[in-house]
């Protein structure tokens, strides 16, 4: 079992910063992958980041590339989300999810791929 807490998110301005962590329990937290998703109002949820086991690896949607880095620290459990130059966008509820695939076949950015998720936590970009 793996339990994830979001925090971090907030009303912010187009073109502001946002940082996002993820506090994880349960399981040793080096022990497996992260990824970021988001729920935009109205819309499906959608991949933004990932980010491997040892931080050796990090992969990023089109849409946050250069904008976001994903980064974690595994003796404090967590991960983040840096989020600069923020757009309206941009807006979305945020998730982090646990990826404890050993022998993954689905794409770093399928939601089929993680096996525990936040409860989410709201970020508002205002233009």
């Known amino acids: 079992q793996v339990q994830l807490v979001e925090s971090g998110g907030g009303l912010e301005q187009a073109g502001g910063s946002l940082r996002l962590s993820c506090a994880a329990s349960?399981?040793?937290?080096?022990?497996?992958?992260m990824g970021w998703f988001r729920r935009p109002p109205g819309k499906e949820r959608e991949f933004v980041a990932y980010?491997?086991?040892?931080?050796?690896?990090?992969l990023y949607a089109d849409a946050v590339k250069g904008r976001f880095t994903i980064s974690r620290d595994n003796a404090k459990n967590t991960v983040d989300l840096q989020m600069n130059s923020l757009k309206p966008e941009d807006t979305a509820v945020y998730y982090c999810?646990?990826?404890?695939?050993?022998?993954?076949?689905?794409?770093?950015?399928?939601?089929?791929?993680?096996?525990?998720w936040g409860q989410g936590t709201q970020v508002t970009v205002s233009s």
């Open positions: 999810a646990a990826d404890l695939s050993l022998f993954p076949s689905a794409a770093v950015s399928s939601e089929s791929r993680y096996d525990y």
């Open positions: 349960g399981r040793a937290f080096s022990s497996y992958a």
């Open positions: 980010i491997s086991r040892s931080a050796t690896n990090t």
